[in-house]
């Protein structure tokens, strides 16, 4: 499966673009996602969809956060919820740096066995870059601390190709240390 991906995302290379796609930082995206969970004895597979955005307040500043549901089939489902605040710095006008603080909220349930429910502090930083016409990319990392399941470190990587100044088709994958992801969205600037 991912190397499906990366195959997408290489072919998207070689489609011209349509507009020169620029930073913006207020955005609605939808995503269907692939999840692989492995924390210690439990280790499933599911799918879900993901709900997330942006609002930029001043030239850098700017909210973030993002709703998941997951299905891992035999009654078992996930929630994650995050939300906070980042800061964007432009190295450049083809380079962004971004850093992140958020809550993260996760939920894992098991039908009737009952449910498992955690909270946690987040960090994360990384490059935001426009690598030709139609097409961005980002690289972050993240760390997140939980109350009760201790910490977690994550690569994002993720591509972007833009229809037109407005609208992109997102693809995406996230190596955590117990969740890997992979997912196909569709992102709406303002």
Do not use: C
């Not at 994650?80 to 710095?89: D, L």
């Amino acid at each position: 499966m991912r190397f499906k991906i990366v195959g997408v995302l290489a072919s998207t290379l070689l489609v011209p673009g349509i507009a020169m796609a620029e930073f913006k930082y207020t955005n609605v995206e939808f995503s269907f996602i692939d999840v692989d969970f492995d924390a210690g004895p439990v280790s499933v597979d599911g799918d879900g969809y993901r709900f997330s955005g942006m609002y930029l307040m001043n030239s850098n500043a700017f909210l973030h956060g993002k709703w998941e549901e997951h299905d891992y089939g035999f009654g078992i489902d996930g929630t994650v919820m995050e939300f906070g605040a980042g800061y964007r710095h432009g190295l450049s006008s083809t380079l962004d740096l971004i850093a992140t603080a958020s809550y993260v909220n996760a939920e894992l349930g098991a039908g009737g066995f009952g449910s498992v429910d955690d909270d946690g502090l987040g960090l994360g930083g990384g490059v935001r870059a426009q690598i030709a016409p139609a097409f961005q990319v980002e690289a972050l990392l993240n760390y997140v601390n939980m109350d009760n399941g201790g910490s977690d470190t994550g690569v994002d990587l993720l591509g972007r190709y833009y229809f037109n100044d407005r609208y992109a088709l997102t693809v995406a994958t996230t190596f955590d240390d117990n969740v890997d992801t992979l997912s196909l969205g569709f992102r709406a600037e303002f």
